[in-house]
């Protein structure tokens, strides 16, 4: 069957469109998502699946094999065996953890039933789902903690770095020490939701951009002045040590975030 021109022109254009829109939707299709697998087995020693809390801090208590458990290389390159923990409370992040026992605090947390995840990670904090372990709890405590409220503040909430000075070397180790104005730090709402006037910041090495939210980078983070960072996964040369504001969330919704850079020996 012969085409005229027109036709054929038609056909062409129906062709291209076709062609066109399935590799536009190709090029939208995510990559499927790189799950960590550290060879981590876990066990939760403490508490147990069912348990009923009375008081306001959780302690927890875990083993874990096959796997070791070192912070001082979090937030640099993934080392086969090594890495830490984290543990979410109803799913949200809480904190990283660097040993086998450690507590969570129940500030801001409704009365009823909760659950704990504890999760195998990477040094970059890509978790190990398949090595996860879940109990569940009954929070019923006999003294309620008071909510903690928002706050406000007569400016925006800034971090500056107070030490090293820039140009500096460090090695070894070295305390990385912040000065916060307009914001309040505080460990006990780790995980929560968001308050305002509240949160932690992060110490991150040279970006701030890779990972869940700019965490595939980060050492670790606090609810002080202060922060000690390893230097063990650090190769020699100029880094940039970089100190954000967070929301409890783990998210840098502050704005703020200060850096410095050093020469590490």
């Given amino acids: 069957m012969r085409l005229g021109k027109g036709r054929i022109g038609v056909v062409a254009l129906v062709l291209l469109v076709a062609v066109y829109g399935a590799a536009a939707a190709f090029a939208k299709k995510k990559p499927p998502m790189m799950m960590a697998d550290t ?33 001082r290389f979090a937030g640099t390159a993934n080392r086969m065996g090594i890495g830490h923990y984290h543990i979410e409370l109803d ?14 605090s129940m500030q801001n947390v409704l009365p009823g039933k909760h659950t704990l995840q504890f999760i195998p990670a990477e040094n970059d904090h890509a978790d190990d789902m398949k090595a996860m372990k879940q109990i569940s709890f009954t929070y019923k405590p006999s003294s309620p903690l008071a909510a903690v409220k928002p706050l406000s503040f007569p400016g925006k909430p800034s971090v500056s770095i107070v030490s090293p000075k820039p140009s500096s070397t460090v090695h070894g ?3 990385l020490v912040v000065a916060v104005k307009n914001f309040k730090l505080s460990c006990a709402l780790y995980g929560k939701a968001p308050v305002k ?12 951009t890779m990972g869940m939210m700019g965490m ?33 969330t783990h998210a840098p919704t502050i704005g703020a975030q200060a850096s410095v850079t050093v020469t590490v020996k």
């Avoid at 876990?42 to 208590?61: E, H, I, Q, R």
């Avoid at 904190?95 to 969570?104: E, W």
């Fill in 173 to 175: 180790g070295f305390n």
């Fill in 197 to 208: 006037g509240y949160g932690h910041w992060h110490a991150n090495v040279d970006t701030t």
């Fill in 216 to 248: 595939g980078t980060m050492l670790g983070m606090s609810c002080a002045n202060s922060f000690h960072v390893s230097l063990a996964g650090i190769k020699p040369g100029q880094h940039k040590f970089i100190a954000i504001l967070e929301d409890n």
């Fill in 91 to 104: 799913k949200s992040l809480i904190n990283m953890i660097c040993g086998p026992r450690s507590a969570v």
């Fill in 39 to 71: 060879g981590a087995k876990l066990a939760v020693l403490s508490p147990k699946t069912g348990f009923t809390l009375t008081g306001n801090t959780l302690a927890t208590d875990v083993s874990i094999t096959h796997f070791k458990v070192d912070c």
